[in-house]
Every structure is written in C-alpha cells, then in structure tokens.
C-alpha cells in the first residue's frame, strides 16, 4: 500500500476517469421528472429549516417537489479504482450543481463484498489538494486506514490493499486529509461499503430491490445561485438542505412489502433525530458494527455523523397511493445541530405485492468483552480551540500505546463545545454507559459500535480490544470541523 505518483495504469486512470465523468453521472440519474407534494401532516409550510429559501429550499408556498432517489451503482473492491474528482452532478430534477465525487458520482458507488474477500483499490487524487480515503469501520492495516499521515498530493494515486475480515455491516468511505476533511466531505466525497457474511445470508433479511443504501447529508445552497457553498464554522457546518444519496427532496416508489434500508449520516455535523410522518415504529436490525443480538421497535432514533443503522420498514398494511414521509425533527437535547426540522426522503406505495418476509427473533451473537485490565479516560473540550484532554493533535505525536488483545474501558467526557461523535478507528467498541444528560444507552446503541454521541454534559464508557491489527491508529470527534481543529489524537497498538 504506497502512494504512487507516476505511470501510465495512474495517468490512463486519470484520462479516462476525466473523459468518462459524463457518462457515468448521466447513467446513474433517473430522468427529471418531479413531482410536488405538501409537507405530511403539514400546515402547507415548508420544514423550518427551509423557510426562505425559495427554489433552492424544496419550492415556496408550501409546496415541495419530489424528485425520484438516486441509487449509487454496486461495485466489487477486487480490483476498483477509484477517482476523487471535481464534477457535476443532478441534486433533482435536472439542477446540475457542482462538488467533489467518486467517479464523478456524489454520492460515490457503493462497494460490496463477502467477507473473506480481498480488497484491492486504487484512488486517484483529482483534486487541487492532497486527500485520503478512510474506510470508515473496515478493520485494516495501518496503511490502508487512510489517515491524514497517509494523504497523498493533487495527481497522485494510493493502492488500499486489504482482506476484509469482519462480521457483515454496513461501513462507509470518505476523505481524511488533516484541515481538509470538512471541505472535502462537504462537497460530495462519500460512499457506502457493505459487508456481508453467510451468518447474515441465512436470516432471509430483503434483499434485492428491497435493500436500499441511504448516505444522507445536509448542504448549504447558495441562496442566488443554487450551488453548494462550504463556509467554515468552527462549532461546525450545517446545511439548510437535506439529501440522500445526493438527491435533494427525494421520493421512492415502494411496494406493499418489507424493506431494508441501510443508513449512514454522512454530513459534518448535523445530529439528525429520525421519525416516520405517520408514527408507525421501525424496527432496528444493526448499527455501525453489524446486525444486533436481536430487533428493537423504535418510533425515534437519534444519528450523528458518521453512525449506521440498519432498518427495517413495513409498507405491507398501506394502501397503493399513501405516502409516508422520513423526517427529521428539532432536537430536545443537542446543543447544536438539531433546531431544523427537514422532511427528508417520501416513500410513495406504488405497487400492491404478495413477498413473503419476516423479521427473525435473533438476529446474531454477541460476545461480551469482559472485564477491562484498564480504564482511560478522554475528555472532549472545544472552545477556543477543539482538544482531547488538552492537546490539539499533532501528526507525529503518539498519546499513548494500547496493548493488542486486552480488553480496556474507554471513558469519553463532554466538556465543552457541540455534541462531539466519538470515533474510534482499528477497532468496533460496546457502549456500556452513559451518565448525565440522557442518561442512557439507547437500543441502536447496543452490539458493535465505532461512533458513540457524547452529548452536553455526557460522559459515555465503552468496552473496546483491539485483537486483528498492530500499529498506529486514531481516536478523533467526528464533527468534522473539530476534527480538522484539532480533536484528533494518535495511539500505538502494540
């Protein structure tokens, strides 16, 4: 896994990546046919965090206009390459704007593989400045983790080279360039990457048409001219428009039929709390790590950046014709990021169907850690400035080394700033606690974890062992304008 910065398989990448970016947009963007809708359950106003926004808010008057989701293409990482790049692409219905993508896709293809597999990717830096890919939750080399110690500069390339060894979940992909994450992310850059194993294959969960990846992200639209504008905001940047999968205000036909859909929050900062229109309760099968011991029924569910959830949906009671809308409401607990109110994705039952589906009783096992040999303690401080016990981070700095194969507790302490989601890389972690603020560990908290939400005035312990990889990792707050301030340190397994 080395950057490399000449050759021809590099250069010819870079062409075709260029002279292709057209054709793969245009093939993956359904036509522009939109269809407008009041808010559910609406007084005829725009969510609030729409308001005054004109055309470049979902419309005015009240009335919004739907445009069908995108769904990113599948892809193998057997022998990918991948160009991180300026593009175009269509926010709906036609509205070309402009941002970073993958293959010129925003958001990029979704990657898929067995576990077992081998991963063999090659990412072509496009851009004006240097980047990475981190492969948010995929367990790997040092080398491949693509952390900001292995950026690699404007028109280089870096070979990721790994075996996927993890039980099946739901992961994702973005840039991780020290004081550029925020920006590039922003932009576009990010994509799903799903992991399946044959434990998972044989609980008959929906698959097919009825497994649907959604990277959702809020965007600031310039107000005259409808572009995305990355302004700098040191508590972090939130957008005044919601997307999934790169659509703004976007409807899906659904059957009468059970579905799955795979969530990952990919925005900066935004702490989104999620409910269906209608009330009806979801029923929660993974998270970060992987499928949960067993499902949990939730009416409500909180998600900060960079968390992954894994649910499911039942259109089978709703007439042909209903819609539902997912929202995301104003928080009662966040101290940033949660006043907007966005209708954010409308399910439109479309087709009446007869597919056989259930929701098994156990979905995995899950084992304990037990009990930790030693507990260290983290506390997240932005004011002035964004530190993990008082140190802004330093590339070259090692914190402290963890010793492989032992299991510790991990205590993570809000002190000042936002709601700061804690990630850890090289490792997935079990919460055990969280004390003041709310107060609890929430159902979609259970299992495997490698985002945690400290909120105002938490203190949240987790147990964590790192049993697959030696070398150099990092633990950062995954507010991506923190992070690119300093929340990040580095430590040693050793």
């Not at 793969?24 to 609406?42: F, I, N, Q, R, V």
Request: glycine share 12%.
């Amino acid at each position: 896994m080395k950057p490399q910065s000449e050759g021809m398989s590099r250069r010819t990448f870079l062409r075709a990546a260029a002279a292709s970016a057209g054709a793969l947009a245009a093939g993956s963007l359904y036509a522009c046919d939109g269809e407008p809708d009041t808010p559910t359950g609406s007084t005829g106003q725009l969510p609030a965090g729409l308001r005054g926004y004109g055309d470049y808010g979902g419309g005015s008057g009240g009335t919004v206009t739907r445009y069908p989701l995108r769904i990113p293409p599948v892809v193998s990482p057997a022998s990918l390459m991948l160009a991180a790049q300026p593009t175009t692409y269509d926010l709906g219905g036609g509205q070309l704007r402009h941002g970073l993508g993958y293959n010129a896709m925003v958001p990029g293809p979704t990657i898929r593989a067995a576990r077992g597999a081998a991963a063999h990717i090659v990412v072509a830096n496009g851009l004006a400045e240097p980047t990475s890919v981190h492969w948010h939750g995929m367990q790997v080399p040092t080398a491949a983790d693509g952390m900001p110690q292995e950026a690699f500069a404007a028109g280089a390339s870096y070979t990721y080279d790994f075996v996927i060894n993890q039980r099946a979940c739901m992961n994702w992909y973005h840039p991780h360039p020290h004081m550029l994450t925020g920006k590039q992310a922003y932009l576009g850059l990010a994509g799903a990457f799903i992991v399946n194993d044959p434990q998972e294959l044989t609980l008959g969960l929906p698959s097919g048409a009825y497994e649907v990846p959604l990277v959702i992200r809020d965007v600031e639209l310039d107000y005259g001219t409808g572009e995305p504008v990355y302004s700098f905001d040191h508590d972090g940047v939130l957008g005044n428009v919601p997307t999934v999968n790169g659509t703004r205000d976007p409807r899906l036909d659904v059957d009468t039929a059970l579905y799955r859909f795979r969530i990952v929050t990919a925005g900066n900062s935004r702490i989104w709390h999620f409910s269906l229109s209608n009330g009806a309760p979801v029923t929660i099968i993974g998270n970060d790590g992987g499928l949960l011991e067993a499902p949990a029924s939730v009416t409500a569910w909180d998600m900060g950046p960079g968390e992954r959830l894994d649910v499911l949906v039942d259109f089978r009671g709703l007439a042909v014709g209903t819609s539902v809308m997912l929202r995301s409401s104003s928080s009662r607990w966040d101290n940033w990021g949660g006043g907007d109110t966005f209708d954010v994705l409308r399910f439109d039952v479309a087709r009446q169907v007869s597919v056989p589906a259930t929701i098994p009783a156990v979905l995995s096992n899950i084992p304990t850690l037990g009990a930790p040999v030693k507990t260290r303690e983290f506390v997240f401080s932005g004011w002035r400035d964004h530190t993990i016990n008082g140190k802004v981070f330093s590339p070259t700095r090692i914190d402290f080394q963890v010793p492989f194969g032992v299991t510790e507790l991990w205590r993570f302490v809000w002190d000042r700033g936002a709601t700061h989601p804690v990630h850890v890389h090289g490792t997935s972690f079990q919460v055990q606690s969280r004390r003041y603020g709310r107060g609890q560990v929430y159902p979609w908290e259970r299992g495997w974890k490698d985002t945690v939400l400290v909120g105002d005035g938490e203190t949240v312990e987790v147990l964590l062992r790192f049993d697959q990889f030696r070398g150099r990792y990092m633990m950062h707050c995954h507010n991506l304008e923190h992070e690119d301030t300093g929340m990040m340190l580095n430590f040693q397994v050793v």
